[in-house]
């Protein structure tokens, strides 16, 4: 026994050795400030060193500062104990500047020991500490008994200069060493899911963050010295509930890291390379599961990191396990070799978003417990877990401006209730002349919503009491309508005439004085993503006109409201024809319409403009129909327009709906029209099988819509998995066709899936393969639409003959609208050989 614990010694140290060399090497960070606080000399700590900074007076503002020290036995005993020897205390509001070279994910890590100097005794203070956007600590007070603490925050910081200010709520303030790093874009992805309710939360790349825990299962505790990006990992014995149902495993081998998984960034690879596994009961029958708990704050909202690594196993697909978040299920049956490629060894990280109050307690316990699936051993492995808190955003963040000179002290704010009444008072003289300036608005007509140079203004005509934007080059664009029209239209927003809810607010039917049936969106006002997606979506479709893109008829910006008025889709959404409703099943041959009609719209948005532009939420409940199940593509609030002629993507925050979203885009951020052609993918497969993309109560191997029926197509079985109600209807040729589609839609990197007009194409072949019967000599000289590029061309150039013709038609068939060439007409007249 003491013999294979000193092996695992050996291993241990041997991977931490092998690491320190490696880690260095693998990331860089643009801006790494250090600063060893109240010091006159620099600082070495494992390897990194941190310079004094009263040599560093630029960076500070120092109306009433001391520097102090403690002796060096009373910090002997700590980590990093050289950090602690010495304090900056503050007297009064100051604060530290940093120029950002690269805007992005920072670590912000500070450093606190309250001993106590001449007659300053550090544990007496009490301050806030925040940046220009966020609160990081509010009334913070060290404890009683003089103990070190450590505080690593990490946030967004899109500023050329982040003001770190401190700012006492008694007589002082104090910090001992600080850290400003940069760390990957990536390390912290924008949608994670939720489990109270069950769904996805979008925006966490934008959300500052506390680190609660890190934590390495089975592992030893590792240092910043052996972590590239110098975190501390504590070991997971002492958050365990009962260590007698766990063992502790190491692995000997490499890493094996894999496209779509985790990076050495995310986690070391010691921490990969350790786990706690559930251990064998002795108990016949009985079923345990591994559970550790953590001290939290219920009324905070935490985003929950899983790290996972399957060193257990010998062969692929015989791990299966269920991960919990306190009584929640945050996995079923997880096979983590299925999950990254049929690999083991891969490291793989989940993460999860408990929200404010959902935690009954001030506990969080994390579980792992056996799969219920049958013929499967009782086993499950955890290698990591992060634990971090949502941190306040900047409602109540004090800034104090650092000194312009960098030897003097410059202008110093009294005090934070003279900044604050400054603020007050400056408020209150806005919105005084805000409300002159609305009530002068009101007694004349309305003023123009001026975006992109649209400020031409002519009065409507329609009993709506609207108002029409319009531009010289584009015609009529849309109406302004008052608050009072739509009030009117939705019968005061009745409750009960809600036909859809989404990110952006909840949409009402309406109907005008003149009967016109309308669909009313209202966003909230006090979302700055929500104004951000009702400007996208007027100069998006103020400017767009298909018949196959939900028209925008008018919007209303008064009285602090955003809403959308939009023509009216009598038949709701694709994805309320396909599943969760009473609706009768679609038939294969509509189902294949509505696709069509959606790629249509789609390769409109893609090419119809001299940049493309990219939808970026493709998906059944964005595509709506009308009376005749004409398909329309709807919500253009995260729209993007495409990148440059001489770029190849757009680099952007991850946004989208969870299940949908092109894993290229997500690994990388970096979106292209691909992006939504892979959204499309998923769309296609949804309507051939008609169930949710994601479905959590499914067996882990269904979960996934896109991964499972990738699956089957590349078994050649796709037709097992098809919706029951028409898979005696669809022509196996024309599912095998439709299956090659999806599987090109869904391919993993963007290079390899075809442009939104090749799937238009192939998808009008399908319908002609399911319309009618062909000789197998014209079915297999169609197999490749590749072939059809002149063809293509050809079309192209009728379709703008016709426009040109139809330039002085009406509204609804101006230049832009390419629809009413007939696709299938058209591909009938390439693949029939009476139509050559």
């Not at 934007?469 to 849309?478: D, F, P, Y």
């Not at 005008?512 to 951000?532: E, F, I, M, Y």
């Not at 005696?728 to 390899?752: H, M, N, Q």
Request: aromatic share 10%.
């Amino acid at each position: 026994m003491a013999l294979r614990n000193l092996e695992l010694v050996l291993i241990i140290f041997e991977t931490l050795s092998l690491y320190f060399c490696f880690c260095n090497a693998l990331f860089t960070p643009t801006d790494n400030y250090l600063i060893d606080c109240g010091s006159s000399s620099n600082a070495t700590v494992g390897g990194r060193t941190f310079l004094a900074d009263d040599s560093l007076s630029s960076t500070l503002t120092t109306p009433q500062t001391i520097l102090a020290s403690a002796s060096a036995n009373s910090v002997a005993s700590f980590d990093d104990a050289i950090l602690y020897r010495t304090a900056r205390i503050f007297t009064g509001p100051s604060s530290y500047s940093f120029p950002i070279q690269k805007h992005g994910r920072h670590f912000i890590r500070l450093y606190f020991f309250p001993f106590t100097y001449q007659s300053y005794s550090l544990s007496a203070a009490k301050f806030t500490v925040s940046t220009q956007d966020a609160v990081l600590l509010s009334d913070f007070q060290p404890p009683s008994n003089p103990a070190p603490v450590f505080k690593e925050f990490s946030a967004n910081i899109t500023r050329d200069n982040l003001i770190l200010s401190f700012v006492p709520s008694g007589n002082l303030a104090f910090i001992n060493a600080l850290e400003v790093v940069s760390v990957p874009d990536n390390l912290i992805l924008n949608v994670a899911q939720t489990i109270s309710p069950v769904g996805q939360y979008l925006g966490l790349s934008n959300q500052a963050l506390e680190t609660a825990y890190r934590v390495n299962m089975g592992g030893p505790k590792v240092t910043p010295d052996n972590d590239t990006l110098s975190r501390t990992w504590v070991n997971d014995r002492s958050f365990l509930l009962d260590q007698n149902l766990t063992k502790s495993v190491v692995y000997s081998g490499k890493i094996n890291y894999v496209s779509g998984g985790a990076t050495p960034e995310t986690a070391p690879p010691v921490v990969y390379q350790t786990a706690t596994e559930l251990a064998a009961s002795n108990t016949t029958g009985a079923v345990f599961n591994m559970t550790w708990q953590f001290d939290v704050e219920g009324s905070s909202s935490y985003l929950v990191r899983y790290h996972f690594c399957d060193i257990v196993s010998t062969a692929l697909n015989v791990l299966y396990f269920n991960v919990y978040l306190d009584s929640w299920s945050a996995a079923n049956n997880l096979d983590l070799s299925t999950l990254l490629n049929n690999n083991l060894a891969a490291p793989y990280f989940m993460d999860v978003v408990l929200t404010a109050g959902s935690a009954a307690t001030n506990k969080l316990l994390i579980g792992i417990g056996p799969s219920t699936l049958p013929n499967v051993l009782p086993d499950g492995i955890l290698n990591g877990l992060e634990i971090m808190k949502f941190v306040n955003s900047s409602g109540s963040a004090a800034v104090v401006e650092p000194a312009a000179s960098s030897k003097n002290l410059g202008v110093i704010l009294g005090s934070v209730f003279g900044a604050l009444a400054v603020v007050i008072l400056a408020a209150v003289i806005f919105m005084m002349l805000r409300r002159r300036k609305l009530e002068k608005q009101q007694s004349k007509s309305w003023m123009p919503f001026s975006i992109n140079g649209l400020t031409s203004l002519s009065t409507g005509s329609r009993t709506s009491n609207g108002t029409t934007l319009t531009s010289g080059q584009n015609g009529e664009l849309g109406y302004r309508f008052s608050f009072v029209v739509l009030q009117e239209a939705t019968n005061n927003f009745d409750e009960n005439w809600v036909i859809g809810v989404g990110g952006f607010g909840k949409v009402y039917k309406g109907v005008l004085r003149d009967d016109t049936k309308v669909a009313v969106k209202r966003g909230n006002p006090k979302s700055q993503q929500g104004l951000n997606e009702f400007r996208t979506e007027i100069e998006l479709l103020s400017r767009l006109r298909h018949r196959h893109l939900v028209s925008l008829i008018g919007f209303c910006d008064e009285r602090n409201e955003m809403i959308l008025v939009y023509e009216y889709m009598e038949k709701g959404t694709l994805k309320s024809h396909l599943y969760g409703s009473d609706l009768p099943p679609l038939t294969w041959k509509q189902r294949l319409e509505i696709c069509i009609g959606s790629a249509r719209g789609l390769h409109y948005l893609h090419t119809g403009s001299a940049k493309a532009i990219i939808h970026r939420d493709v998906k059944s409940a964005n595509i709506l129909l009308d009376e005749n199940l004409m398909a329309k593509v709807a919500d253009f609030g995260l729209s993007k327009t495409g990148p440059e002629l001489d770029q190849t993507h757009v680099s952007t925050a991850v946004k989208g709906s969870f299940g949908y979203l092109d894993p290229e885009y997500f690994r990388r951020q970096q979106l292209t029209e691909k992006s939504d052609v892979y959204s499309f993918g998923v769309v296609l497969l949804e309507v051939l099988c008609a169930r949710p993309v994601i479905d959590p109560t499914l067996p882990r191997e269904m979960v996934n819509l896109a991964e499972w029926g990738v699956k089957w197509q590349k078994r050649g079985e796709l037709h097992q998995i098809v919706d029951r109600r028409i898979e005696d209807t669809i022509k196996p040729d024309s599912l095998r066709k439709f299956g090659e589609t999806v599987e090109k839609c869904l391919a993993d990197y963007g290079v390899e899936r075809p442009s939104m007009g090749d799937v238009l194409w192939n998808l009008e072949y399908v319908l002609q393969l399911q319309e009618a019967e062909f000789e197998d000599s014209e079915v297999n000289s169609m197999n490749r639409i590749v072939e059809l590029s002149s063809q293509v061309q050809n079309v192209e150039a009728m379709q703008d003959s016709v426009i040109t013709v139809r330039q002085e038609g009406p509204p609804n068939e101006n230049v832009n609208d390419l629809s009413d060439v007939s696709m299938s007409r058209v591909f009938s007249q390439l693949i029939k050989a009476e139509g050559r």
